[in-house]
């Protein structure tokens, strides 16, 4: 019989140390955005990286936050686990509008899933549009110093069909090998025709020239605002 209590009181000693703490027992800590996070919290996050250009889920930091409801207004701050917890995670997401700060916490919204994923899709389009307009927004022309004059020519009236495009354009000018070296006199009339060239295409330096006259040297220009 004094084992069977023994067993019991065993029993009864396990299920108080395990036991999920109360509800009353909870603290609410609110650790704004930008706080260091923990180690635990740093390992987390080291395991998962943003996915997005906005954090989502479990990606947002902050512990306490506002909800963005359907009229635009905020709701009452709330902790962030159980707007988690109360989401159908297949069909919507938490996503992260404002990191907050010191005296405020982050602001969120739900949105649909599918949403989410055609706004990021959307953004990742334009971002790739930059990012190939930046690329092809520099033209190059090269042009060695003894260069021909029809040749000269052509490269001239290329050169001022990207400044009418309002594309900037490096002018580079070199002495190309097996090419013969130009003359004093062949140097100097390159240049003028280049400089009419620019000014009568509307266009401008706009930084100084980089190398030297007669070897390697480069001219930026673009269009005049």
Not at 149 to 170: A, M, N, Q, Y
């Amino acid at each position: 019989m004094s084992s069977l209590r023994g067993i019991a009181s065993t029993s009864l000693l396990l299920r108080q140390a395990f036991a999920a703490p109360r509800i009353s027992q909870i603290r609410t800590v609110y650790r704004p955005a930008g706080a260091t996070p923990s180690p635990i919290e740093a390992k987390q996050a080291a395991k998962a990286p943003q996915r997005y250009s906005r954090p989502i889920n479990d990606e947002i930091e902050a512990d306490i936050i506002q909800i963005v409801n359907q009229d635009g207004q905020l709701d009452v701050p709330t902790r962030k686990s159980n707007v988690i917890f109360s989401m159908r995670r297949n069909e919507q997401v938490l996503v992260q509008l404002d990191p907050g700060g010191p005296d405020r916490p982050a602001v969120c919204k739900i949105m649909p899933l599918a949403d989410f994923r055609d706004e990021e899709r959307a953004k990742e389009k334009a971002a790739r549009l930059a990012k190939h307009s930046a690329k092809t927004s520099t033209k190059q022309i090269e042009l060695n110093w003894s260069i021909d004059p029809h040749d000269l020519s052509h490269r001239l009236k290329k050169l001022s069909g990207f400044i009418e495009k309002g594309r900037t354009v490096e002018i580079i000018l070199t002495k190309k090998r097996g090419k013969r070296m130009a003359t004093a006199d062949e140097i100097k009339l390159l240049m003028d025709k280049l400089r009419t060239a620019i000014e009568e295409a509307n266009a401008h330096q706009i930084k100084p020239m980089d190398g030297e006259i007669g070897k390697t040297l480069t001219i930026t220009v673009e269009k005049k605002k």
